[in-house]
């Protein structure tokens, strides 16, 4: 009886889990999570993850998603059950995402805590700084070095007692087009703790993109924090390629913003008022990403923008260009 007991709890146990995370989710302030989770908890996590991802020489996350398949098919081919326990695995594999890293959703955001006074771009903002960025791409472009995953390491260690946790954290490259035929170009794969990116992306946005997910992987939930902290960060690298990637990244979310507030003068920005080499670059990557592009990475858009909002980001995907106005104030603050 008492058997019998035990191993219908265990039936429940993932949902039980699942529960218990969601009312701690909501339940917990803001400023509870970002001291005792993100600065404290969440690290362990990161060391545990460092410690046995990192010591495979392969993706860790292939050996997860091959053991969760595993897992269901075995499942499936119960005669008693089944649903019950399909439903107590994901379950439980929500409340592990929660504990691994989605609480992490509920920090307070940089702009707050830097306290950056952001406010949406005019027009003749947009083309002020497109101007300047121009300007530095085009410097730099002429510059530009190669660079290495522990230059883009060295240069997002903000804090030199968590220099152990950023140097191990586990990079993974993904082949050509396995992400970006998901319209996505890099992934943080929270089970497994490994920062992901895809090697097809063009070598300009290669470290930019390293970058947004290494700060994933330090606990930054936020599409706008990543992309932020990435700019800064890589801005003020001493590798050159870095600064260029950074500086080409701002530069391409001015464009669109500018495309749409007047597409007329975009055009005219894309065809004659960028330098030549400035305009065969972002040709060169605009065809890297159309070579990937088709219905799947439609399917995936909608999927992370899905994603996004229910992880409470009100503006889903376009979360990502929100760093726009935040680097902006950075810089004006400087």
Known sequence: MFRKKIIHLLNYSGIFCLVIALLLKFCLTTT?????????????????????????????SYFFILLIISITVFILFKKRHKYLLLANLFCFLGAYFLWAWGFNYERRSQDELLQLSVTPLTKEQIIHYLDIEIKKCDSLFRTKDNFSIADIKDAINIHRMQEHLVQNIPIRSQPPGSLMHMGITGIYFPFTGEANYDEGLHQTRKPFVIAHELFHALGYASESDCNFLAYIHLSHAKNSFLQYSASMELLTYLLLDLKQN??????RYRKNLLPKELQVELDAIKKKHAQYHGWLSDVGDAFNNFYLKSQGVKDGTENYSAFVPMAIAWNERK
């Open 262 to 267: 007047d597409p007329p003068l975009y055009l």
């Open 32 to 60: 509870f999570i970002e001291r005792y989770y993100s600065n404290s908890f969440f690290f362990s996590y990161r060391q545990f993850f460092n410690h046995v991802s990192g010591a495979f020489p392969f993706p860790f």
